[in-house]
């Protein structure tokens, strides 16, 4: 099974109330794919310093913010997990060199569950959370990636959710004054979707000090970190997807990305 690897957009949390087009492109995703073993999900809202897998027979929907309607917090994902499959996750990190630990009661953050209730509605592909390192940076999310290919050809769907541009400080200024003077929004993901399309990982690695306005779209990046743990899962040469572009919120860019190796 050759399945691809996968970047996909979570935004806000009102995305799970008003998915518009980005949730419409992850749905109509979701359905176009073979019916994966399991999904690895890494989201940029469980992050630690060790590789961390969850291994639960069954996943907490967890509500991991404050201020947004009420709705939100009544959703449920009712996600089931798979110890077994979670076995085979830690395995492939050690096997590559990466320390890797467990997490037997760990559930799904929003940056999981929102983009995994669109794709995968019926909550029937069992989903095996794993954390993200950002102290790693952009090179230690490709390194995770990289561990994470052999599992490819095993049935495992591996998934990075996060946003390519992400600057709190400049949502919450839109909310209160509109999106005017932020043209970095798209700039900044038209430079990502260029280098990605010409395989330029140097680049890409790089990213902080080549692509403009790089600072401004990410303060941190632990929310475009994912997309290069996708990237490293996929391997060199991998064919570049882009599945969906728009803005959320006149700040969080909703690019989707599939990289589907070579046969």
Do not use: K
Request: glycine share 10%; hydrophobic share 45%.
């Amino acid at each position: 099974m050759n399945l691809p690897t996968l970047f996909v957009p979570h935004g806000a949390p009102t995305f799970a109330l008003r998915p518009g087009a980005a949730g419409a492109a992850l749905a109509r995703l979701g359905a176009s794919l073979p019916r994966p073993r399991a999904i690895v999900m890494v989201s940029p809202h469980w992050d630690l310093p060790v590789a961390t897998v969850g291994t639960a027979d069954r996943l907490d929907t967890i509500h991991d913010f404050t201020g947004f309607p009420p709705a939100l917090y009544e959703i449920r994902y009712p996600a089931t997990g798979c110890p077994e499959a979670a076995r085979d996750v830690v395995q492939a990190l050690r096997a590559a060199g990466l320390p890797a630990a467990e997490a037997p009661a760990q559930g799904l953050d929003h940056g999981a569950w929102i983009p995994l209730r669109l794709m995968y509605p019926d909550a029937d592909v069992p989903v095996i959370p794993l954390s993200l390192q950002s102290h790693e940076g952009v090179r230690g999310a490709y390194r995770l990636g990289e561990a994470l290919a052999p599992l490819r050809e095993r049935g495992f769907l591996i998934i990075g959710s996060g946003n390519l541009t992400h600057n709190l400080g400049d949502y919450r200024l839109a909310r209160m004054q509109g999106g005017e003077g932020l043209d970095y929004v798209r700039r900044f993901p038209e430079w990502m979707t260029e280098r990605l399309q010409q395989h330029d990982l140097d680049a890409l690695l790089d990213y902080r000090r080549q692509a403009p306005d790089a600072v401004r779209a990410h303060p941190g990046d632990e929310h475009l970190q994912p997309l290069y743990v996708a990237l490293g899962a996929a391997g060199r040469g991998a064919a570049v997807e882009h599945v969906h572009a728009s803005i959320s919120d006149s700040v969080l860019a909703m690019d989707a990305f599939a990289f589907t190796p070579p046969h």
